[in-house]
């Protein structure tokens, strides 16, 4: 059974930073593809980052430049570094995970199979 626990939401003025960590319990192998999503109120979920296990990273092009999805196979954890926020980054951001056969990006996310509860994140302007 594999779990996925976001943590690190808050709110933040605009042009703050938060670092975003999700931590995995039960076996997840470092050849795991891990990534992150968000969804705003009334908006689809979308894909952040995404990060193999090779640390071959992928980006949303909204975040590339401002964000940072790294991960620490010894502790487990997943993080996502979010600089230079906006109010358009407010949303619930979720990390998620799938084994890989190489291939690892968050689009589809359908290939995600694991999933946390999510992280709330406010930006006031």
């Known amino acids: 059974h594999v779990e996925l626990v976001e943590s690190g939401g808050g709110s933040v003025q605009a042009g703050g930073s938060l670092r975003l960590s999700c931590t995995t319990s039960?076996?997840?192998?470092?050849?795991?593809?891990m990534g992150w999503f968000r969804q705003a109120p009334g908006k689809q979920r979308e894909g952040v980052a995404s990060?193999?296990?090779?640390?071959?990273?992928n980006y949303a092009d909204s975040v590339k430049s401002r964000f940072t999805i790294s991960r620490d196979n010894a502790k487990n954890t997943l993080y996502l570094q979010m600089n230079s926020l906006t109010p358009e980054d407010a949303a619930m951001y979720y990390c998620?995970?799938?084994?890989?056969?190489?291939?690892?990006?968050?689009?589809?996310?359908?290939?995600?199979?694991?999933w946390g509860q999510g992280s709330q994140v406010t930006i006031s302007s």
């Open positions: 998620a995970a799938f084994e890989s056969n190489g291939y690892c990006h968050f689009y589809p996310a359908i290939d995600f199979r694991y």
């Open positions: 039960g076996y997840i192998g470092s050849s795991w593809c």
């Open positions: 990060i193999n296990y090779d640390g071959t990273t």
